[in-house]
């Protein structure tokens, strides 16, 4: 980006708000400067090497002085907008198709802007936690996916991790904003993000940019905006759960300093005796500015990204929330139509990853990961969302499986299905109905796609309850193209099957295309 100021220009983006009166005394004497001072600024994803949307409007915003025109050129267009009393300016680019061919886009009033190497393409958001946020450096494949990534029509960037007591105007970005992929740089890239880059840009030849704002560790009520959780009745337990934090945090902070100082101590006297310390950190306690704050990540990490044109979001998360799995639905459901709302681009597709098997506390064999799947699985009823079932691909004993590969290519599936028509397979064997006969279940599944197959030798997964409610391993056989057929002789009388219920199971039926079947339901009643 270059700038040609007759005032000095303000930087291309600014830190979100900061706690504390220090930071609230500093925007004060902001609001109150010369207005001469304030310089043409686009907003912060508008920078060099940016990918804009293609197909759909694009809106180009910033700041400058209040009363001020800008005139904003590119892919011969010119737009011109006058900064409100703010100072935030806005124009609207007509839809554009895809370029390969690097272009300038230009912000003139007082000063002028230049951002050079603007393409168009498909432009994603990339969101959730730890498992999304996985750069490639971290993966197994990570040699051979480095090594071949030169492509300079795949781009990322990625956002600071922030937290905000409100939604923010602008943000930063990690390294130098968006990033072209090369054995240089992307071994940093989300790498679930990457894989699905790489086949739609390989599917479609377009360039695809990556927003990539994630968090590792972070719940769903963080991501979700001040509006949605505000209006809605059913999320009213967050605020005072949140509250309740608040006012217990002076004590629970006293507590934490005590213990990091102990814990310090043992540390040091551990490795002055050359002995092994692997004695836990202390956690910090929530409290003001953490990233648990509820709407504290979308006010610092996606606020300051809307209106930008994005085709859709991609987005997993859910393992911080698989203790609340009865509330998770209500919530996520919240989360996606607020962004929607926020966006202002209509029901734009929204495709998340299902938790994949994994043993929380080595308890393979409970079930809360199951209620949370569950939860994910309900939100398909809101339009435009598909998800990638990972139930084959997980690590009983990581949580951070390195196998990232196969999700990003699973999303990329549900993208060039639904938005771009490819005729490929996007998802797994689904149960359509399930019928007793006698002391047997039949099961007949949907999307069976070439018909069933049980990989792994076994078809291990499938539970049958009485009336008693307990389950029982089944034995599963598979009829035809798409019929399971269960029997169990601990249940001579079944009213009740499972499939794939447990935190890490061993689920070994899919279907042809080698997509993993959906787990459930749950035992009704």
């Known amino acids: 980006m270059t700038t040609s100021p007759a005032l000095p220009a303000l930087p291309a983006s600014t830190p979100a708000p900061a706690f504390g009166l220090a930071a609230r005394l500093f925007a004060l004497l902001l609001a109150s400067a010369p207005l001469g001072d304030a310089a043409v600024t686009p907003a912060p994803l508008f920078r060099d090497g940016a990918v804009l949307q293609r197909d759909k ?26 900064a409100d009393a703010s100072g935030r300016w806005s124009v609207t680019l007509d839809p554009l198709p895809a370029s390969a061919t690097p272009a300038t886009l230009t912000l003139a009033g007082e000063n002028t802007v230049t951002l050079s190497d603007i393409l168009v393409g498909e432009v994603w958001l990339a969101s959730g936690q730890s498992n999304m946020e996985w750069p490639i450096n971290h993966t197994y494949d990570r040699a051979l996916d480095v090594a071949g990534s030169a492509n300079p029509l795949i781009r990322h960037i990625k956002v600071t991790r922030r937290v905000a007591d409100a939604p923010a105007d602008t943000t930063t970005f990690d390294r130098s904003g968006w990033e072209a992929a090369s054995p240089a740089t992307t071994g940093q890239f989300s790498a679930v993000a990457y894989h699905f880059a790489r086949d739609l840009h390989a599917v479609l030849g377009v360039p695809v940019g990556i927003v990539n704002s994630t968090w590792g560790g972070t719940r769903a009520e963080a991501w979700t905006d001040p509006d949605t959780l505000a209006s809605s009745p059913g999320l009213a337990y967050i605020a005072k759960e ?83 799995a009865d509330r998770y639905h209500e919530l996520f459901s919240a989360l996606i139509t607020g962004w929607r709302a926020r966006f202002g681009q209509g029901d734009f597709p929204f495709y998340w990853v299902q938790l994949a098997n994994y043993a929380p506390g080595g308890r393979a064999s409970d079930t809360e990961w199951a209620f949370l799947r569950e939860a994910q699985t309900r939100t398909l ?78 078809l291990s997964g499938f539970e049958l309850a009485g009336e008693d409610r307990v389950f029982h391993p089944a034995e599963a056989k598979i009829e035809g193209r798409d019929t399971v057929l269960l029997t169990s002789p601990a249940v001579p009388e079944p009213v009740a099957v499972r499939y794939a219920w447990r935190n890490a199971p061993v689920a ?18």
């Open 242 to 324: 949140w509250g309740d934090s608040l006012a217990s945090y002076p004590e629970r902070k006293a507590k934490f300093d005590a213990d990091l100082a102990a814990w310090e101590q043992r540390k040091a006297a551990a490795e002055a005796a050359g002995q092994a310390f692997t004695e836990r950190r202390p956690g910090v306690p929530w409290g003001p500015g953490h990233q648990a704050t509820p709407s504290g990540l979308y006010n610092a990490m996606i606020a300051p990204l809307v209106p930008y044109a994005i085709r859709g979001a991609i987005w997993y998360q859910g393992e911080s929330n698989a203790g609340k």
């Open 57 to 82: 409007p694009l809106p180009v915003w910033g700041s400058a002085a209040p009363g001020e025109r800008v005139t904003v050129s590119f892919a011969g267009q010119t737009k011109s907008a006058t």
């Open 381 to 458: 009823a809101l339009p435009a969302t598909g998800q990638a079932v990972t139930l084959d691909i997980g690590d009983v004993r990581d949580i951070h499986p390195r196998t990232k590969k196969d999700v990003g290519r699973r999303l990329a599936r549900l993208a060039l299905a639904r938005d771009f028509g490819l005729q490929v397979v996007d998802r797994g064997p689904e149960l359509a109905s399930a019928t007793r006969e006698g002391a047997a279940y039949r099961l007949v599944f949907g999307e069976a796609h070439g018909g069933l197959i049980a990989p792994l030798n076994e």
């Open 508 to 525: 070994g039926l899919f279907n042809r295309e080698g997509l993993p079947a959906v787990p459930g339901p749950p035992a009704p009643g």
